[in-house]
């Protein structure tokens, strides 16, 4: 009688561990991400010891995605779910306050930049894509590290050591964009698209003018500001239009050709295209190659 007793208190004590702890699939620890940085700073973190998994498909809009069921029960099964949690990723919270979703291990990094709010031209923008500044993707990342290592203690090491390293290559990306600030003192960028780098261009000290505040839904920008714009290209003489990774490029078009302007590319990273994935793309190689094409446009 005392070994029955004995033999079902050990199997209490066992359930009620895998009850509290996120259980590991065969293949490792799965994480599930709603956005492409989210995505690769979890991949540079769990690195050979788990798997990670971007919900957007290359090229999807990341201010429209809204989960497949199929999707939904991916979310539920994986160890750790990680968000922005936002506004632009609304559905997350509608998602994970349902009942069957309770247990699911989550992160949203809303909460480290929550009161995060910047002027611009006496407007204020509240804008979501915290990372495009690399001060901010260090938050992103430690806040990362620490809730895997709570999860995961016996990978803390290891985890550690990543984090470590890629600490290093933000290091590197902060100091790249503060030598952009230093070169954008007094010039104006502009901005012929839908502003998603706030915090990128709030960071380091770059001024901008864009024809949208923000990602604003508007169809259109008014007539005043894409006169502006052109006004302030002539009167500057700017070399310059920039566009956001997946634009039509229509507006700016339209400014360039007033201008004799040329039109560049800058990535907002929120998630990638098919060619960016198979040439292997990161947010590090990203984030470089936007202080490239900043330093490119301002140098004289």
């Known amino acids: 009688m005392k070994k029955l007793i004995s033999l079902i208190i050990t199997v209490a004590s066992l359930l009620s561990l ?8 065969e293949e490792g620890i799965s994480i599930i991400t709603t956005c492409f940085p ?6 540079e973190l769990i690195g050979e010891k788990g798997n990670v998994t971007l919900l957007l498909k290359p090229g999807q809009d990341s201010h429209s995605y809204d989960p497949s069921a199929r999707e939904i029960a991916k979310i539920k099964n994986c160890d750790l779910f990680l968000s922005i949690g936002g506004a632009d990723e609304a559905w997350v919270n509608k998602l ?9 291990e989550q992160l949203s990094l809303v909460h480290l930049f929550s009161e995060d709010e910047h002027t611009h031209n006496g407007h204020s923008h509240n804008d979501e894509h915290y990372w495009t500044s ?25 985890i550690s050591e990543n984090l470590t390293e890629y600490l290093s290559k933000l290091e590197a990306l902060d100091a ?8 954008a003192s007094g010039n104006t960028v502009i901005f012929g698209d839908r502003f998603p780098f706030t915090h990128l261009f709030c960071d380091y000290g770059i001024e901008y003018l864009s024809a949208y505040p923000g990602c604003s839904d508007m169809t259109e920008p008014s007539a005043s500001t894409v006169v502006e714009l052109i006004n302030t ?24 050709s007033e201008t004799g302007a040329k039109k560049a590319v800058l990535h907002s990273c929120a998630n990638v295209t098919k060619q960016d994935k198979k040439n292997g793309e990161t947010y590090i190689s990203l984030m470089t190659k936007n202080a490239e094409t900043l330093k490119n446009s301002l140098q004289k």
Not at 235 to 255: R, W, Y
């Open 96 to 104: 994970l306050s349902g009942s069957d979703m309770k247990n699911v």
């Open 18 to 25: 895998f009850a509290c702890s996120p259980v590991q699939n």
């Open 176 to 183: 790249a964009f503060k030598e952009v600030g230093e070169l």
């Open 38 to 43: 989210l995505y690769d700073f979890a991949r």
């Open 233 to 256: 290209v002539k009167k500057n003489g700017i070399k310059t239009v920039f566009v956001t990774e997946m634009s039509n490029g229509a507006l700016a078009d339209t400014i360039c």
């Open 134 to 158: 690399p001060k901010n993707a260090v938050l992103m990342v430690k806040e990362i590290a620490q809730t895997l290592i709570s999860l995961f203690p016996e990978e803390k090491d290891y």
